[in-house]
C-alpha cells in the first residue's frame, strides 16, 4: 500500500492547464523576405500582464480573457514595427492545445486563436 501512495505523490492535482502557442520570428528577419509578421503573443490574462520567455504559456482552463499583442514591420528598417492590441473571450478545456495565428489580411494583426485538436478558431477576439 505504500508504494501505491507513493507513486501518486507527485501526480498533479486539478485540471491540467490549456496550453497556448505564441508565433515568434527570430528579430533580424522580422520585415524581411516579405513576411510582415514579428511575434503574436498573449500580453495579458485576465487584466493581468502575463511576463515569459519560452514560446507557449500555460493558462488554467476556463473561461478566460486573453490579452493578445502582435507586432508587425512593415518597412525592411529594424526598429521600424507597429504592434496591435486585441482581446479574445475563450473557454480553455483541461489540457487543451492552443496556437495563435496572425495574419496580414484583412488588416495588419487579424489573429485567430486556432484549437489544435479540431483546427477550429475558437473564442471571440475583440
Do not use: W
Amino acid at each position: 500500500m505504500s508504494l501505491l501512495l507513493a507513486g501518486c505523490a507527485g501526480a498533479p492535482v486539478g485540471p491540467q492547464p490549456a496550453i497556448v502557442q505564441s508565433l515568434r520570428v527570430n528579430a533580424a528577419q522580422c520585415g524581411q523576405d516579405g513576411n510582415p509578421l514579428c511575434e503574436a503573443r498573449v500580453n495579458h490574462l485576465e487584466g493581468k500582464p502575463v511576463f515569459f520567455a519560452s514560446s507557449s504559456l500555460q493558462v488554467a482552463p476556463g473561461r478566460r480573457t486573453l490579452g493578445l499583442f502582435c507586432k508587425v514591420n512593415l518597412s525592411i528598417m529594424i526598429g521600424d514595427a507597429q504592434s496591435f492590441q486585441r482581446e479574445v473571450d475563450v473557454t480553455l478545456a483541461p489540457g487543451g492545445r492552443y496556437r495563435i495565428e496572425a495574419a496580414m489580411e484583412p488588416a495588419p494583426c487579424t489573429l485567430t486563436l486556432v484549437d489544435e485538436a479540431t483546427g477550429m478558431a475558437v473564442g471571440k477576439v475583440r
